[in-house]
């Protein structure tokens, strides 16, 4: 007769049982929500973790000069915490951290929140329902479900693809990890990268710098930012019942009938509008930038010769008008290489420097290269990493993946919709919600897609999204745009109204899953 230790069975026990029933990996807006949601199906045995020191995501991480957010704030928070007296239309960085911080504590969320845990491997276990994260530490953490709430710009790109890069001797940041020991005055600055950082830093920059070298690939838009205080009579109204919500509406209505001509126009009339809307959305863009830039051969630089709504643009405020300062220039020469002490263009011309920002972008959700292969192994070994960059990127409401039990993707292919961050997170949380709501009701120990459905889902993204595919994939050619991915697709917007989004959400046959 074998007999069993008490630490064979302590063992086993661990083996057997995970230690929280959910976690989520990302204590950013995504990471917030589902906390909030797990707890509205009475689920409180959870653990939110961050690589990170602190909650609020990008907000945290992000703490560059005028860091702050470039669509209203009427628009840019929870449905479930309104928030009436931001400072600003156009809130800065420190603001809505310290809102993200509010709604976590009045949730109760922080002492579920564990951080400086790098999730390096997360492991499906299929004899005992549960996951295995391999933590960066050596650690290892088990659970039922695991929500991956990691955002929309997963990792800053340090360091690009640029020859001699590693050589400069300077000093070297990217808008993620600024460097706030640094005084820039009077000394010789490059910019590589013109988006949604730059837009904010160059403004700051400028007047401080000797020279201030802005380093263009690709031609970005740059709209006006009707920023202004909120005065308090303004806050009032916002506080007062459904003002904040009705605020946010007029915005949601404005975005869904976009959507709704941009996927419902029939095919040949879209395409013979595209061409017509992006000669006039041109024209009009040159006009803005003639009154805002006074050189015409920088004005020359900015213009875009692809669809004018390729890329996301920005709400520009100061930008332009920092071009003409005598001190600032806009470079599009092709970088050659990055030598010890400055920059030298495929021109010849080589500008010295002394300090080097990358605001040179991220990888994100919609790049297959974001999914590393042997990161997320499902069921028989089934590597999520491995099959986002040999086919299409696909999954089931933008969150679930056949050969992946019990895992659910916040941010994920075809999931952005609506104004805000924070509009998608929430839809697609509570699909994530219903899913896991569904498995326990059913007594069962896991929750997978059914691949049938998965395939449907994806026709139907096909399908709908076809006017998007052509725009986004045909008039944007050459523009660099992240809405279309290396492998040449475009699995970014969802082409649906937001209000079939948002009831299709929890709307849907609960056997497209299988039960276990």
């Not at 074998?2 to 069975?9: I, L, N, P």
């Not at 009077?186 to 837009?199: E, H, L, Q, Y």
């Not at 830093?201 to 400028?206: G, M, N, S, T």
Request: with cysteine.
């Amino acid at each position: 007769m074998t007999r069993t230790s008490t630490a064979d069975t302590e063992f086993a026990e661990t083996l057997e049982t995970p230690q929280h029933e959910v976690i989520v990996i990302g204590a950013g807006i995504g990471g917030i929500c589902a906390g909030v949601k797990l707890q509205e199906i009475g689920i409180d045995d959870f653990l939110i973790v961050d690589r990170v020191g602190g909650l609020g995501g990008t907000w945290y991480s992000h703490h560059y000069p005028d860091a702050g957010c470039d669509i209203p704030t009427t628009t840019y928070q929870f449905s479930f915490a309104r928030k009436p007296d931001w400072d600003r239309l156009f809130a800065k960085r420190d603001q809505i951290l310290e809102y993200l911080r509010e709604v976590a504590a009045d949730h109760d969320l922080p002492r579920h929140m564990r951080f400086g845990v790098n999730v390096v491997q997360e492991v499906w276990d299929d004899t005992h329902d549960l996951w295995r994260l391999h933590l960066e530490s050596g650690e290892v953490l088990t659970a039922r479900f695991v929500i991956s709430a990691v955002g929309a710009y997963i990792n800053p790109k340090l360091s690009p693809n640029i020859p001699g890069l590693g050589s400069f001797e300077g000093v070297s940041m990217h808008p993620s990890d600024w460097n706030h020991d640094y005084d820039f005055t009077g000394k010789r600055v490059a910019i590589i990268g013109v988006g949604a950082s730059t837009m904010q830093i160059a403004p700051q920059l400028a007047p401080q710098v000797a020279s201030l070298d802005i380093y263009q690939r690709t031609p970005q838009v740059y709209l006006p930012k009707p920023d202004f205080v909120l005065r308090k009579w303004m806050q009032q109204l916002l506080a007062l019942p459904g003002g904040s919500a009705a605020a946010n509406g007029v915005a949601q209505v404005l975005i869904d009938s976009l959507l709704r001509v941009a996927v419902y126009t029939p095919h040949p009339l879209w395409r013979l509008g595209a061409r017509g809307i992006d000669a006039a959305g041109r024209q009009l863009y040159a006009g803005w930038v003639r009154i805002k830039v006074k050189d015409k051969q920088t004005r020359d630089k900015l213009r875009p010769g692809f669809g004018i709504v390729c890329i996301r643009g920005g709400c520009g405020g100061g930008y332009l008008p920092t071009l003409n300062r005598g001190n600032v220039d806009l470079i599009t020469s092709g970088i050659a290489e990055v030598t010890p002490d400055g920059i030298r263009t495929a021109d010849g011309t080589e500008r010295p420097i002394d300090a080097l920002v990358l605001s040179t972008g991220y990888e994100v959700f919609s790049d297959p290269e974001s999914y590393k292969p042997g990161t997320v192994l499902g069921r028989n070994g089934f590597d999520l990493g491995l099959f986002y960059n040999t086919e299409e990127l696909k999954a089931y409401y933008s969150t679930s993946v056949a050969g992946i039990p019990n895992r659910f993707i916040m941010i994920g292919p075809y999931s952005w919709t609506g104004t805000a961050f924070h509009y998608f997170v929430e839809n697609s949380m509570r699909h994530i919600a219903a899913v896991i709501d569904e498995t326990r009701r059913r007594g069962a120990r896991s929750v997978e897609v059914r691949a049938e459905a998965q395939e449907e889902f994806h026709r139907n993204m096909l399908r709908s999204g076809r006017n998007l595919a052509y725009y986004l994939e045909t008039r944007c050619e050459g523009s660099n745009s992240y809405f279309v991915n290396s492998q040449g697709k475009s699995p970014y917007i969802r082409p649906w109204s937001l209000l079939k989004t948002y009831r299709r959400a929890v709307r849907f046959d609960r056997d497209d899953y299988r039960y276990r």
